[in-house]
């Protein structure tokens, strides 16, 4: 009961060049699920295909290989205005998601054509400006203003605002704060323990931060080069590794009060 | 203007010395004061890093200290000693075949397009180590010395023969390292040197940072980093920039914080321990302010909690302990 998203054997081989072709194996035989008002949290190195798997989640991507049920149904049985209705994306990069030629109203205002019925200028007004309150920012500091002025942090907040006036089911946090500041990271990071506690919210959340994974997230998979390794419960994945790579990975996570014997 | 020393006289054992050094960004934009008023003095056998938050100058301070600005960013005022030289009053020719050549050795940023990307890299090797030291040894010859030099940082010598597209993030960045200090400069400084590097790429940089100063290949590192948790690791020194100034330095910045910033900062890190998920985190409200026409008084005032009156009037003093300084009215 309550499996929001089920993952079941997914793959999928990049292939590359005409006549003499090169295969890379970016996602192997990967399968987990994510319940409702879940944070999952999906954990590698750079290369080991956590992005792709965001991905393909996002209907961004086809899968070589392999099924991806939400709510029971088959993703691709969707429409996709009603898909992504009900998943939703942060990306990494902040700079890069908005238009620097457009207020952040724009972007904003955009998402509301994925709703059968548009609202009217003013109640779209309304709507953010509540979701801006929910989500502890304050609505007449930000509306109307360039992506330029405002911080990286905050820019992170209000992709994260724009995806809850279409109220998704699932959000896919592809590594939304490697490049907030650390001040500003634990704001992102509250934002989505909350919204999983008030709202329902399932996330999948992708990063390569074990320390991030570990406050954010209820059960976590390691993946090394296209596997996963190791899942389970952040606690005792974290705390009580048995894979090998996971305890390497683990011992290169520099403490913040000791100091390696090197 | 004082004079520039000559090569002769070297009084003092710091091997960078920065004094009221400011430097600015002049444009259409008006003036910002990017690195405005700070100090800082690395002796031999020092690891020092500066950590801040992003837009606080930290990056600006690395061009302005080797002499390499882009061309918005100005020399105000101060000096900066390189070993006895000021950088800012010497010549560019002196600058750069004394400086620059023999003496510092400086990373940027964005290292992972600073290899030729149409040239192996032991082609790029040679290139390099001819205009540094002004020989004119064969590739063959240069390829010679960068096997041993490799070697004794543990590294792979099959990648000279490779492309740099060939190599991962992590040998990349250790190739580059590697290859800076092969004219064996004596202070090697490093700007964001594991931002793009997952763990274990990042602690084996770290290790080979460490290795080249013991190997006493260099004598001195200044690590710029947003990372504490990797400059804690790195360094034996931490200085604390806000809004281009240094608030705070010293050995153990890490363990007991003194400026209210500092403090934020710490509070805001997530360290991998049992404790991280149960205690709640906070971020620092607000946000650096406008450094074109920065606040009088504490620049840190709007986002602190410990704020006084005389914070909005007059500038922090610089408050000395030993080792240690910080920069707030709450010490005084």
């Known amino acids: 009961m309550g499996e929001l998203l089920e993952i079941e054997n997914l793959a999928k081989i990049y292939i590359s060049g005409y006549v003499w072709t090169e295969k890379k194996v970016a996602v192997d035989d990967v399968s987990f699920s994510i319940k409702k008002s879940e944070i999952f949290c999906l954990v590698g190195e750079s290369g080991s295909g956590k992005t792709t798997i965001g991905n393909i989640v996002l209907r961004l991507l086809k899968p070589t290989g392999g099924k991806i049920l939400l709510d029971g149904r088959d993703i691709y049985s969707y429409d996709k205005k009603t898909y992504w209705r009900k998943v939703q994306v942060v990306f990494q990069d902040p700079y890069s998601s908005f238009n620097f030629f457009y207020t952040i109203d724009k972007p904003l205002d955009d998402a509301f054509n994925l709703l059968e019925n548009r609202p009217s200028k003013v109640e779209r007004k309304k ?19 360039y992506p330029h002025q405002l911080s990286g942090g905050q820019m992170q907040r209000i992709l994260i605002a724009r995806s809850f006036i279409l109220y998704p089911e699932l959000l896919v946090a592809d590594e939304p704060t490697s490049m907030v500041d650390a001040s500003t990271r634990v704001a992102v990071l509250n934002e989505l323990l909350r919204l999983k506690e008030e709202e329902k919210l399932s996330v999948l959340f992708i990063t390569h931060d074990l320390a991030q994974a570990y406050y954010i997230g209820d059960r976590i998979a390691i993946m090394q080069k296209g596997k996963i390794v190791e899942s389970g419960l952040v606690e005792e994945v974290i705390f009580k590794p048995k894979h090998p790579y996971t305890k390497d990975l683990i011992k290169s996570v520099p403490p913040l009060y000791e100091k390696w014997k090197l | 203007m004082t004079v520039p020393k000559t090569t002769g006289e070297k009084k003092d054992k710091d091997l960078l010395l ?35 938050e992003s837009g606080c100058g930290k990056s600006s301070f690395a061009q302005l200290i080797t ?16 070993d006895g030289y000021d950088i800012w009053k010497i010549s560019p020719e002196v600058l750069r075949k004394k400086v620059k050549c023999e003496l510092i050795s400086y990373v940027p940023q964005a290292m992972l397009n600073s290899l030729n990307p149409v040239k192996k890299v032991k082609e790029f090797i040679a ?10 040894y064969s590739v063959k010859k240069v390829c010679e010395i960068a096997t041993e030099h490799f070697e004794r940082l543990n590294l792979d010598r099959s990648v000279l023969d490779l492309y740099p ?7 990349m960045q250790r190739s580059i390292i590697a290859i800076s200090t092969m004219t064996t400069p004596k202070l090697l400084i490093t700007d964001e040197p594991t931002s793009a590097l997952d763990v274990s790429s990042q602690k084996r940089v770290i290790k080979m940072m460490i290795d080249i100063q013991r190997k006493g290949i260099i004598k001195s590192i200044v690590c710029i ?12 020194r931490i200085v604390i920039m806000y809004a281009g100034e240094f608030v705070e330095s010293g050995e153990d910045v890490i363990k007991h914080p003194l400026h209210p910033y500092t403090k934020a900062l710490m509070d805001s890190l997530l360290p991998l321990e049992r404790e991280t998920k149960y205690k709640p985190l906070l971020s620092i409200p607000g946000v650096v302010p406008d450094l074109r026409n920065p606040p009088h008084g504490c620049r840190f005032r709007d986002r602190c909690e410990k704020r006084m009156e005389v914070c909005n009037v007059e500038d922090p003093p610089e408050i000395v302990k030993g080792k240690r300084m910080v920069k707030c009215w709450l010490y005084k």
């Open chain 1, 127 to 145: 709507i953010i400006r509540t979701i801006f309150k929910k989500i502890g920012m304050n609505p007449d500091e930000i509306m109307g203003k």
């Open chain 2, 67 to 82: 002499g390499t600005t882009t061309p918005l960013l100005h020399y105000e005022s101060g000096e900066v000693r390189v």
């Open chain 2, 127 to 136: 290139d390099m180590f001819r205009d540094r030291t002004g020989c004119s």
């Open chain 2, 18 to 52: 920065v004094k009221d050094f400011r430097g600015y960004y002049r444009g259409i934009f008006g003036v910002v004061h990017a690195v405005d008023g700070v100090s800082l003095q690395v002796g031999e056998g020092e690891r020092v890093g500066v950590a801040g």
């Open chain 2, 165 to 171: 597209y060939e190599l991962s993030g992590g040998m």
């Open chain 2, 225 to 236: 980093s947003h990372d504490i948790s990797v400059l804690n690791q790195l360094c034996n």
